[in-house]
C-alpha cells in the first residue's frame, strides 16, 4: 500500500491565483481530513469528510475548498490564494481511533 | 474538547527512558488521550492512546493517572530517530477520532 499521497511536494503562488492539492488513500478509509500547519505550531484542521459525498469545515475553512466524489481521492481547492495562506497543508485518513498522515505539500503564496 | 497542556520542549539521553507529561484536568469521560509524533517536516505519526487503563505498544507505553486527569507517555528506550515533537490529544474515539485539535506539543531531543 501506498498509504496517503500528497502532490504537489512544493508550490508556489502568487496572490489570486486558484490551485488545486492532491490527495489520495489506497486503504479504503472512510474519513478524510485536510490540515495546514503554520512555522511553530500544531496542526489546524481545514476540512474533513466522513465518506464519499460528504464534507464539513473544520477550524479554518475560509478561502478552501474541498469534494470527495470517490472513497480514495479528497482534493483541496484554493479558490484565491493569499499569502496568509502560505503554510504546510497535511492531508489524512482514518480508520476508527488512528490517523494516517500524508508528506504534506509546502505551499507559499507571494 | 479538553484542552492540554505539554512542556515546550524536554531533552533525554540516548538509551534512557524519555517520560512525557500531559495534563488534561478537563477531561470528560467519554474522552481519550491519543498521543502522536512529528518528526522534523513529515505529516504526524499516530503512537498510541487510552481511555483510562495503562498501555503499551511497540512503541510506547501510556500511563493514565486515576483521576484521568494527567498522562505521561513513556518511550522505554529513547534513540537520535525518537527526536520528535510529540503531541498529547483529548478526544472522543471512533466517528470523532478524525477531528484532531494539536497544541504545540513538546519538542524532545535525544542527545548523544
Given amino acids: 500500500n501506498a498509504g496517503v499521497t500528497q502532490t504537489p511536494k512544493f508550490q508556489v503562488l502568487k496572490t489570486g491565483q486558484s490551485m488545486t492539492l492532491q490527495c489520495a488513500q489506497d486503504m479504503n478509509h472512510e474519513y478524510m481530513s485536510w490540515y495546514r500547519q503554520d512555522p511553530g505550531m500544531g496542526l489546524r484542521l481545514i476540512h474533513y469528510s466522513v465518506g ?56 507559499t503564496v507571494l | 474538547d479538553a484542552k492540554t497542556t505539554q512542556p515546550t520542549s524536554m531533552d533525554c539521553a540516548e538509551g534512557r527512558a524519555a517520560n512525557l507529561p500531559c495534563n488534561h484536568s478537563t477531561i470528560s469521560g467519554n474522552e481519550y488521550v491519543y498521543w502522536y509524533r512529528q518528526i522534523h517536516s513529515q505529516g504526524p505519526q499516530y503512537i498510541i492512546h487510552g481511555l483510562k487503563n495503562n498501555e503499551t505498544n511497540e512503541m510506547a507505553s501510556l500511563i493514565i493517572t486515576e483521576d484521568r486527569k494527567s498522562s505521561t507517555l513513556i518511550l522505554p528506550h529513547a534513540t537520535l530517530r525518537d527526536t520528535a515533537v510529540y503531541y498529547c490529544i483529548v478526544r472522543v474515539s471512533g466517528a470523532g477520532s478524525y477531528q484532531l485539535t494539536f497544541g504545540k506539543g513538546t519538542k524532545l531531543s535525544v542527545i548523544p
Avoid: K
Avoid at chain 1, 76 to 84: D, E, F, G, T, V
Fill in chain 1, 52 to 107: 464519499a459525498g460528504i464534507t464539513d469545515q473544520g477550524e479554518v475553512p475560509n478561502g478552501y475548498n474541498v469534494s470527495r466524489s470517490t472513497t480514495e481521492d479528497f482534493p483541496l481547492r484554493l479558490l484565491s490564494a493569499a499569502p496568509s495562506q502560505t503554510s504546510v497543508y497535511f492531508c489524512a485518513s482514518s480508520y476508527f481511533y488512528e490517523q494516517f498522515f500524508g508528506p504534506g505539500t509546502r505551499l
